[in-house]
């Protein structure tokens, strides 16, 4: 197994729900967490939040300083935000775990994405990076709520870079209860973003935060 | 639960490797199963492969006859198969279970669908039918293995018919071990079907038969 535990997590959009649950488990892992918003007031009042030596800064300066950088932002800003940060990000593994969805009366769906996911629509914009597609299916809630000590699911990683994919999954074992799981190359991260939708469903049918595990292995 | 103890089953393309181990496991548990293929000699070869008092009969025969159909061929013939028996699945659920992937030298990758998806696909074909999805990531090798007594996974079953989610969910609870959950509307069969590719790449990364479980439900 890889030893991620000093590296530092930068996490873009950190002040969602989604980056701050994973800040705050990567942050009481024992990793310094740096939180990325467009206002870096923003990102400071979360890090506080949060606790654990968790500190914020504009999203720019903290694709600068981490070692590894977790994109959480909104799908509508991915694109943009990643295109002002190439160089920033150049070399460094990133950890794409935006979900397209839209919604309607009938619940999620997943949303048409050029490049094929928002994890490919990333390694185009990229091109120096390590991109790497993960933690698609992890509960925000379950992340943030502190009597919950195991989160109970695997996180799937994708990519096509072995030694980025060993590395998040390794990293995805900070957090109490998860496995990282290879989950396939780059070209297959579409229906992993959009299981989510499936989630969710589930999530409304069950009354559950519903996560997978794979069986066999 | 549903009681689906009585129902015939009949697997249209039974002679495959998918449709002969559901086939093989359906009839163990007791359903009357009727194996469809074009060629009614083969699908009566594959009846007497299976035992358990299984019978072979041409596609059309099987789709006439059977209370609940099950579509286990090939992608390539799916829709024309499909279009020649909108008469005989009249009225009748149909589960679909195909999976569109395409194969190179780095493994699985979905393919594209007009419609969205195999099961969309057979919904747009069969007006009249109640299409259902399901039975996407169970091992062929596992269900024809007869050591193996229990297979580890969860069957998603998806469709907008909730009499019929409920149908199939109970029938996939007579292969041994298969818990059969809800897990959306046929508008979000897409992933589950594509889903297959990474898990054929996890097959190969860790050697195993590989399924799903959905936690905390």
């Given at each position: 197994m890889?030893d991620v535990?000093?590296l530092?997590?930068g996490?873009?959009?950190?002040t969602?729900?989604?980056?701050?649950g994973?800040a705050?488990?990567?942050?009481?892992?024992?990793?310094?967490?740096?939180i990325?918003s467009?206002n870096a007031?923003?990102?400071?009042?979360?890090?506080?939040?949060?606790?654990?030596?968790a500190?914020?800064?504009?999203?720019a300066?903290?694709?600068?300083r981490?070692?590894i950088?977790?994109?959480?932002v909104?799908?509508?800003g991915?694109k943009?935000?990643?295109?002002?940060l190439r160089?920033e990000?150049?070399?460094?593994?990133?950890?794409d775990?935006?979900?397209p969805?839209?919604?309607?009366?009938?619940?999620?769906y997943a949303?048409p994405v050029?490049?094929?996911?928002?994890?490919q629509?990333?390694?185009?914009?990229?091109?120096?990076?390590?991109?790497?597609?993960?933690?698609h299916h992890?509960?925000?809630?379950?992340?943030l709520?502190p009597?919950v000590?195991?989160?109970?699911?695997?996180v799937?990683v994708?990519?096509?870079?072995?030694?980025?994919?060993?590395?998040?999954?390794a990293?995805?074992?900070?957090?109490?209860?998860?496995?990282?799981?290879?989950?396939?190359r780059?070209r297959?991260?579409?229906?992993?973003?959009a299981?989510?939708?499936?989630?969710?469903s589930?999530?409304?049918?069950?009354?559950?935060?519903?996560?997978i595990?794979?069986?066999?292995i």
């Amino acid at each position: 197994m890889t030893d991620v535990s000093k590296l530092s997590i930068g996490i873009l959009g950190g002040t969602g729900d989604q980056g701050k649950g994973l800040a705050r488990r990567f942050a009481l892992a024992g990793h310094p967490v740096l939180i990325g918003s467009r206002n870096a007031q923003r990102a400071q009042e979360a890090a506080e939040s949060i606790g654990a030596g968790a500190t914020g800064a504009e999203n720019a300066d903290v694709a600068r300083r981490a070692d590894i950088v977790i994109v959480a932002v909104p799908y509508e800003g991915h694109k943009a935000l990643l295109e002002s940060l190439r160089d920033e990000l150049a070399g460094k593994i990133v950890v794409d775990c935006v979900n397209p969805l839209g919604f309607d009366k009938k619940g999620a769906y997943a949303l048409p994405v050029e490049e094929g996911s928002a994890a490919q629509q990333a390694a185009a914009v990229l091109p120096d990076s390590r991109v790497v597609a993960a933690f698609h299916h992890v509960s925000a809630v379950l992340l943030l709520d502190p009597e919950v000590e195991k989160v109970d699911l695997d996180v799937l990683v994708l990519g096509d870079d072995r030694e980025a994919t060993d590395t998040v999954q390794a990293l995805a074992e900070a957090i109490p209860g998860v496995r990282g799981v290879y989950g396939g190359r780059l070209r297959n991260a579409h229906q992993i973003e959009a299981l989510t939708a499936n989630i969710i469903s589930i999530n409304r049918r069950y009354k559950a935060h519903a996560g997978i595990r794979i069986t066999d292995i």
